[in-house]
Nanobody, 124 residues
């Protein structure tokens, strides 16, 4: 069991940057594949970025490649999402998630634990 708490959301102008953090409590953080998803109003959650347990593999959704960077610090049980060159269409609730699976299948159903979400709003 792991609990996830996201911080770092807020309001930013287009072209700006934000860094989201996700702090994990509980055992086994280093064994989890971690991911970020986002949810637009009235829509399903969609994959944003993922990182394997030891940080060796990183994966990104097409719409954020080159702008967002996922990283993790296993000594702090924390995963980060650095978001640069933000656009109004990045406005969403961002969720941190943990998967017990080792295979990097970046879909909602493969993630076992979720944070409560943090709102990111990008103004034009």
């Amino acid at each position: 069991q792991v609990e996830l708490v996201e911080t770092g959301g807020g309001l930013v102008q287009a072209g700006g940057s934000l860094r989201l953090s996700c702090a994990a409590s509980g055992r086994g953080f280093t064994s989890y594949l971690m991911g970020w998803f986002r949810q637009f109003p009235g829509k399903e959650r969609v994959f944003v970025a993922g990182v394997q347990s030891l940080g060796g593999g990183r994966y990104y959704g097409d719409s954020v490649k080159g702008r967002f960077t996922i990283s993790r610090d296993n000594t702090k049980n924390t995963v980060y999402l650095q978001m640069n060159s933000l656009k109004p269409e990045d406005t969403a609730v961002y969720y941190c998630a943990a998967s017990r699976g080792s295979t990097p299948v970046m879909i909602v159903e493969r993630f076992d634990f979720w944070g409560q979400g943090t709102q990111v709003t990008v103004s034009s």
